[in-house]
Nanobody, 125 residues
Framework: QVQLVESGGGLVQAGGSLRLSCAGS????????MGWFRQAPEKEREFVSA????????YYADSVKGRFTISKDNAKNTVYLQMNSLKPEDTAVYYC??????????????????WGQGTQVTVSS
């Protein structure tokens, strides 16, 4: 079992940067693939980025490719999402999620076993 807590959200101007963090509890954090999803008002939750449990593979939605970077620090039980060149359309609640031994299909919500509560990101124009 792992519990996830996101942080780092906030209000930023278009073109700015934020780094989201997701801290996980438990000794087996290193065994989890981690994903970031987001949900904008009145829209379905969508995939943003993911990293396989060994950290060898990363995945990005086309809309964030080249602007966002996911990384995982197993020593700190934390996954990060560095977001650069933010746009107003990036405004959403961002959720992290954990998938035990996940290495494929990480863009699919149903692959994930545990979810955080979310952190709000607002990008002003």
């Amino acid at each position: 079992q792992v519990q996830l807590v996101e942080s780092g959200g906030g209000l930023v101007q278009a073109g700015g940067s934020l780094r989201l963090s997701c801290a996980g509890s438990g000794r087996t954090f290193s065994h989890y693939a981690m994903g970031w999803f987001r949900q904008a008002p009145e829209k379905e939750r969508e995939f943003v980025s993911a990293i396989s449990w060994r950290g060898y593979r990363t995945y990005y939605a086309d809309s964030v490719k080249g602007r966002f970077t996911i990384s995982k620090d197993n020593a700190k039980n934390t996954v990060y999402l560095q977001m650069n060149s933010l746009k107003p359309e990036d405004t959403a609640v961002y959720y992290c999620a954990a998938d035990l031994y996940g290495s494929s299909r990480l863009e699919r919500e149903y692959e994930y076993d545990h979810w955080g509560q979310g952190t709000q990101v607002t990008v002003s124009s």
